[in-house]
């Protein structure tokens, strides 16, 4: 599973059948580069926290542009999530209102 933040929606005019009336969104990975225990992510977290790559995903919850976002990737998970027919294998299976970054003792930043 991948923490994103949801940066645009897809929209195209034809689709596979896998895809027909599917939503689909542009997330971009969450890293934990400078977060320090304690840390809390939520939507407006800085941007150095994101990383440099996107994804695409089938959202079925109508996760807005900007929102925090899990990201489960697998047919499992999309099987349970959309059902077997989608032609992807990543899907949004939640919306994060706030992530709290916690270390065990000893641990320094990421």
Request: charged residues 25%; aromatic residues 0%; negative net charge.
């Given at each position: ?41 939520t ?19 109508g ?11 697998g ?29 065990s ?6």
């Amino acid at each position: 599973m991948k923490l994103a933040r949801v940066v645009g929606t897809l929209w195209g005019a034809k689709q596979s059948d896998g895809m027909h009336g599917r939503r689909v969104v542009e997330v971009r990975p969450l890293g934990l580069a400078g977060a320090t225990d304690g840390t809390r992510l939520t939507a407006d977290c800085d941007d150095v926290h994101l990383r440099e790559s996107s994804m695409l995903a089938l959202d079925p919850l109508g996760a807005d542009v900007g929102q925090l976002v899990l990201i489960g990737v697998g047919s499992r998970i999309r099987d349970l999530v959309i059902g077997p027919r989608a032609t992807t294998k990543a899907c949004v299976i939640a919306i994060v209102d706030e992530a709290l970054v916690e270390m065990s003792p000893g641990e320094g930043s990421p």
